[in-house]
């Protein structure tokens, strides 16, 4: 079965930079949509960068468009986030997703598969 795991999260001081990376496994399609959510407490998950496997298309939110930049490795089957002047907004907990239609800035429902987060703490 899929499997996504992510990791790179962390604490870091407002300005600072993390990169994220979740590893994808199982999962082989000619085109399907990777994505960043995140969630903070009290507040729904919300996509933050999507990419088409396809043609390599993103997409970002526009709280995060010019720091943030989503990426693939195909030869390691890992999906990146780099994340660049972090601020304290950004604090959530950050997941990877999957889904299987190639239409990506989509809800978080319309994804199959899910991991299982890691923290990202801006003070």
């Known amino acids: 079965h899929v499997q996504l795991v992510e990791s790179g999260g962390g604490s870091v001081q407002a300005g600072g930079s993390l990169r994220l990376s979740c590893v994808a496994s199982?999962?082989?399609?000619?085109?399907?949509?990777m994505a960043w959510f995140r969630q903070a407490p009290g507040k729904e998950r919300e996509g933050v960068a999507t990419?088409?496997?396809?043609?390599?298309?993103?997409y970002y939110s526009d709280s995060v468009r010019g720091r943030f930049t989503i990426s693939r490795d195909n030869a390691k089957n890992t999906l990146y986030l780099q994340m660049n002047g972090l601020k304290p907004e950004d604090t959530a907990m950050y997941y990877c997703?999957?889904?299987?239609?190639?239409?990506?800035?989509?809800?978080?429902?319309?994804?199959?598969?899910w991991g299982q987060g890691t923290q990202v703490t801006v003070s």
């Open positions: 997703a999957i889904r299987k239609r190639a239409v990506c800035w989509t809800p978080a429902y319309e994804y199959n598969y």
């Open positions: 990419i088409d496997t396809g043609i390599g298309m993103t």
């Open positions: 199982e999962y082989t399609s000619s085109r399907y949509c």
